[in-house]
């Protein structure tokens, strides 16, 4: 996945500078520097080699050479805004702030860029000159990748949604235009100022070349992960601009909290869905995913702005979902995926896997998935086993994907017959050299999935000119239009009678082949990244909603919440309908099974309520405290009025826990907010990183006048 420098060479251009591209790819800096060098003695007016020279020199550390480099460049060509981007990224390694700032400014001036403003932002630089290229640029457009990363902290290889993502960023990097306003950003609640950071996008390159590449080294990606996070820079979305969220949002904590403050400025937000399979077919998935699921996407719906989706399938599930719960209409939008991950990479020179070239030798099927219940591999091993009962030679069959879920039975059948004789071969954490190999040799693909948001193993499969048997359900025919030999994968005779026909007719395959050859057009990465950026400029034209604000949970007099029961996570598809967490602003941890702990010693609690504006109230707030935080005192008051922190509101000791009564009053738009202060919160031990004192078990509340109501609340808390 090597991304294309911004200086490329041009043709006829000197062996020196061939020889400087090669050893400049593969890391040896110096020596690539020296390449170029021997290029500018015959060339000295070259402005971009002076800049290539430049970087090499930057990222061998010979500094005061890198500086001459670019300085010639400069006199050259004193209009390029890249050029001094990258003098700006020098001084500013050499801790040269003055130096750095000049360098970015005059950037800046010359071509809008989104993190050419940031680094201004983090130097303390002009927000003049910031404020001008917000309004020059007319809105950015933010990518959130936090699941990218916090995948790649626990697994080396990626798996589908991560692939996906690496696609997409790879094409924007790869393409000036759309990268220029687009920004690669996480969000870490824990830290003063922005919780928004901006990746540096060298970084960020160097990880998805090193994620992609055949030679990788898990400690080396988590290294650059925290390389990339300790040097995120603070950013502020403002009006006009988007903010989408690419990966697993299902895996980003307190969701709909995290976002409340971009909405109020009016920034437009969303979300990559890659499918609904939790919610539709929960039966395939593993156990804690699907109330997970059901949580994070409940809160999505009331804070997104718009949806896009993998395929035309997922979009219709989910207008479908939307309508069906009553629950507001936003934009729906399909933009599908690439028909292959790596089919624009440049994998030539990777090194394939001993085992992995043997399994070649051979003729076998190739199945490229995760190892689960939904997959259907069971399938396959019952129509091998039924083939070789039959006295038939069937080519070997080659599944490659981790083991997932309900598959224990599978694998126990597996191992019991020795894998069929040898005839199944399971492959795991294959490099992107290795998968290429692999399809490239197969005699066809398989596969017989139940259910699917897109199916990338079949596009792949067509990229590498190879056929492929697959299910006829959901998306995938989107994937394999007519070059897709389609089974019913829940009707075994059927897929049997197709894939003995592709295993032992060699007529047959060859025609599918040919084809395929003759007439499939794959769709790339940089299709696909051109309609996000497309269609995010039109989302953004639109401008968002008036008043745009979180769609918040509905809390009625008389009831209670217990954070607990998100932790227990009994929810359903209700939850959709009112999500609960949203109530807990971004200054709470995630709930446990006794309630949930205020981060900090101040936060807030709010619903919709079902009282009139104005309506006088009592409410009734159980707290507990950690066992540190024994003498905190704690006092809480209702609405938006922050000053009220300063009165001389009532301090209530919680001890080991109690129940707060409150008097106050529900807001003109209806809603009921309660504001938590916390002071004398003790000294947590040295290994609780979280930083809390106290924590909400339950709160409800009623009118001033319906004794009744009140009643009811307290005797339930007496039995708490």
Same mark, same amino acid.
């Given at each position: 996945?090597?991304?294309?420098?911004?200086?490329?060479?041009?043709?006829?251009?000197?062996?020196?500078?061939?020889?400087?591209?090669?050893?400049?790819?593969?890391?040896?800096?110096?020596?690539?520097?020296?390449?170029?060098?021997?290029?500018?003695?015959?060339?000295?007016?070259?402005?971009?080699?002076?800049?290539?020279?430049?970087?090499?020199?930057?990222?061998?550390?010979?500094?005061?050479a890198?500086?001459?480099?670019?300085?010639k460049?400069?006199?050259?060509?004193?209009?390029?805004?890249?050029?001094?981007?990258?003098?700006g990224?020098?001084?500013?390694?050499?801790?040269?702030?003055k130096?750095?700032?000049?360098?970015?400014?005059?950037? /800046?001036?010359?071509?809008?860029?989104?993190? @050419?403003? %940031?680094? &201004? #932002?983090?130097?303390?630089? *002009?927000? $003049?000159?910031?404020?001008?290229?917000?309004?020059?640029?007319?809105?950015?457009?933010f990518?959130?990748?936090?699941?990218?990363l916090?995948?790649h902290?626990?697994? /080396?290889?990626?798996?589908?949604?991560?692939? @996906?993502? %690496?696609? &997409? #960023?790879?094409a924007?990097? *790869?393409? $000036?235009?759309?990268?220029?306003?687009?920004?690669?950003?996480?969000?870490?609640?824990?830290?003063?100022?922005?919780p928004i950071?901006m990746?540096?996008?060298?970084? /960020?390159?160097?990880?998805?070349?090193?994620?992609?590449?055949?030679?990788?080294?898990?400690?080396?990606?988590?290294?650059?992960?925290?390389?990339m996070?300790?040097?995120?820079?603070?950013?502020?979305?403002?009006?006009?601009?988007v903010?989408?969220?690419?990966?697993?949002?299902?895996g980003?904590?307190?969701?709909?909290?995290r976002?409340?403050?971009?909405?109020?400025?009016?920034?437009?937000?969303?979300?990559?869905?890659?499918?609904?399979?939790?919610?539709?077919?929960?039966?395939?998935?593993a156990?804690?995913?699907?109330?997970?699921?059901?949580?994070?996407?409940?809160?999505?719906?009331?804070?997104?702005?718009?949806?896009?989706?993998?395929?035309?399938?997922?979009?219709?599930?989910?207008?479908?979902?939307?309508?069906?719960?009553?629950?507001?209409?936003?934009?729906?939008?399909?933009i599908?995926?690439?028909?292959?991950f790596?089919?624009?990479?440049?994998?030539?020179?990777?090194?394939?896997?001993?085992?992995v070239?043997n399994?070649?030798?051979?003729?076998?099927?190739?199945f490229?998935?995760?190892?689960?219940?939904?997959?259907?591999?069971?399938?396959?091993?019952?129509?091998w086993?039924?083939?070789?009962?039959?006295?038939?030679?069937?080519?070997?069959?080659?599944?490659?994907?981790?083991k997932?879920?309900r598959v224990?039975?599978?694998?126990?059948a597996l191992?019991?017959?020795?894998?069929?004789?040898?005839?199944?071969?399971?492959l795991?954490?294959?490099?992107?050299?290795?998968?290429?190999?692999?399809?490239?040799k197969?005699?066809?693909?398989?596969?017989?999935s139940?259910?699917?948001?897109?199916?990338?193993?079949?596009?792949?499969?067509?990229?590498?000119?190879?056929?492929?048997?697959?299910?006829?359900?959901?998306?995938?025919?989107?994937?394999?239009?007519?070059f897709?030999?389609?089974?019913?994968?829940?009707?075994?005779?059927?897929?049997?009678?197709?894939?003995?026909?592709?295993?032992?007719?060699?007529?047959?395959?060859?025609?599918?082949?040919?084809?395929?050859?003759?007439?499939?057009?794959?769709?790339?990465?940089?299709?696909?990244?051109?309609?996000?950026?497309?269609?995010?400029r039109?989302?953004?034209?639109?401008?968002?909603?008036?008043?745009?604000?979180?769609?918040?949970?509905?809390?009625?007099?008389?009831?209670?919440?217990?954070p607990s029961?998100?932790?227990?996570?009994?929810?359903?598809?209700?939850?959709?309908?009112?999500?609960?967490?949203?109530?807990?602003?971004?200054?709470?941890?995630?709930?446990?099974?006794?309630?949930?702990?205020?981060?900090?010693?101040?936060?807030?609690?709010?619903?919709?309520?079902d009282?009139t504006?104005?309506?006088?109230?009592?409410i009734?707030?159980?707290?507990?405290?950690?066992?540190?935080?024994?003498?905190?005192?704690?006092?809480?008051?209702t609405?938006?009025?922050?000053?009220?922190?300063n009165?001389?509101?009532?301090?209530?000791k919680?001890?080991?826990?109690?129940?707060?009564?409150?008097?106050?009053?529900?807001?003109?738009?209806g809603?009921?907010?309660?504001?938590?202060?916390?002071?004398?919160?003790?000294?947590?031990?040295?290994?609780e990183?979280?930083?809390?004192?106290?924590?909400?078990?339950?709160?409800?509340f009623?009118?001033?006048?319906?004794?009744?109501?009140?009643?009811?609340?307290l005797?339930?808390?007496?039995?708490?």
């Amino acid at each position: 996945m090597k991304i294309k420098s911004f200086f490329q060479s041009s043709p006829g251009r000197s062996d020196h500078v061939r020889r400087g591209n090669e050893l400049r790819d593969s890391g040896r800096f110096a020596e690539a520097a020296d390449a170029y060098g021997e290029h500018l003695v015959s060339h000295p007016k070259d402005f971009g080699i002076w800049v290539q020279r430049g970087n090499c020199l930057k990222d061998s550390g010979a500094f005061d050479a890198a500086e001459t480099a670019y300085s010639k460049a400069i006199s050259l060509k004193d209009d390029d805004a890249d050029v001094f981007l990258q003098l700006g990224h020098l001084m500013k390694l050499r801790q040269k702030r003055k130096a750095a700032l000049q360098a970015y400014q005059k950037s /800046l001036s010359l071509k809008p860029d989104v993190s @050419v403003a %940031a680094e &201004i #932002i983090a130097l303390g630089g *002009s927000e $003049e000159l910031v404020s001008k290229y917000f309004e020059m640029a007319g809105g950015s457009f933010f990518f959130e990748i936090y699941d990218l990363l916090n995948y790649h902290k626990a697994h /080396l290889r990626p798996s589908g949604i991560q692939r @996906v993502q %690496a696609g &997409i #960023i790879s094409a924007i990097l *790869s393409n $000036e235009e759309m990268g220029q306003n687009t920004v690669f950003v996480i969000m870490d609640l824990d830290v003063d100022g922005s919780p928004i950071k901006m990746i540096d996008r060298r970084l /960020l390159i160097d990880f998805l070349d090193l994620i992609s590449g055949s030679n990788q080294n898990h400690d080396h990606v988590k290294r650059l992960i925290s390389q990339m996070e300790s040097s995120a820079i603070g950013v502020f979305p403002k009006r006009k601009d988007v903010y989408l969220i690419l990966g697993a949002f299902w895996g980003t904590g307190a969701f709909a909290s995290r976002y409340a403050e971009l909405k109020q400025n009016g920034v437009l937000i969303g979300s990559y869905i890659y499918d609904i399979i939790p919610i539709r077919h929960p039966e395939f998935c593993a156990d804690e995913l699907v109330p997970a699921f059901f949580i994070a996407f409940g809160d999505g719906l009331s804070v997104f702005d718009f949806i896009f989706t993998i395929s035309e399938f997922t979009a219709r599930e989910v207008l479908e979902l939307l309508l069906r719960n009553g629950l507001p209409e936003i934009p729906v939008i399909a933009i599908p995926l690439a028909h292959s991950f790596d089919q624009e990479k440049d994998l030539e020179s990777g090194i394939v896997d001993r085992h992995v070239e043997n399994i070649t030798q051979r003729p076998y099927v190739l199945f490229v998935s995760t190892i689960e219940a939904r997959k259907n591999h069971a399938l396959l091993v019952a129509i091998w086993r039924r083939m070789l009962k039959e006295g038939l030679e069937p080519p070997d069959l080659v599944f490659v994907g981790r083991k997932g879920w309900r598959v224990n039975d599978l694998f126990e059948a597996l191992e019991g017959s020795k894998f069929l004789g040898g005839k199944v071969h399971i492959l795991h954490d294959v490099s992107d050299v290795d998968l290429r190999r692999l399809y490239e040799k197969c005699r066809f693909t398989v596969f017989p999935s139940f259910v699917e948001g897109w199916g990338l193993p079949v596009g792949e499969s067509l990229v590498y000119g190879r056929p492929c048997v697959a299910s006829n359900t959901s998306s995938i025919p989107e994937v394999g239009g007519d070059f897709v030999d389609y089974i019913d994968p829940a009707n075994s005779i059927e897929a049997a009678s197709v894939i003995r026909k592709l295993c032992l007719d060699d007529n047959y395959l060859e025609q599918r082949v040919k084809n395929i050859k003759d007439d499939f057009k794959p769709r790339s990465w940089a299709d696909v990244s051109e309609a996000f950026i497309s269609r995010l400029r039109e989302l953004q034209a639109s401008g968002p909603p008036v008043g745009s604000l979180i769609r918040l949970p509905m809390l009625r007099q008389g009831e209670l919440f217990r954070p607990s029961d998100l932790f227990l996570k009994d929810v359903g598809e209700r939850y959709l309908v009112n999500p609960s967490r949203v109530a807990l602003s971004s200054s709470w941890y995630q709930p446990e099974n006794f309630g949930v702990w205020l981060r900090g010693s101040f936060g807030y609690v709010e619903f919709k309520s079902d009282l009139t504006p104005g309506c006088e109230v009592i409410i009734f707030a159980s707290f507990v405290t950690a066992p540190w935080a024994d003498q905190c005192e704690v006092r809480c008051w209702t609405g938006d009025d922050l000053g009220a922190k300063n009165l001389r509101l009532n301090w209530k000791k919680l001890g080991a826990g109690k129940t707060l009564v409150v008097s106050g009053k529900i807001s003109e738009v209806g809603t009921l907010k309660l504001n938590i202060m916390a002071r004398n919160e003790g000294v947590p031990p040295a290994d609780e990183l979280r930083n809390f004192c106290i924590g909400l078990r339950v709160i409800g509340f009623a009118a001033s006048n319906d004794l009744h109501k009140r009643i009811q609340i307290l005797e339930e808390l007496a039995f708490e």
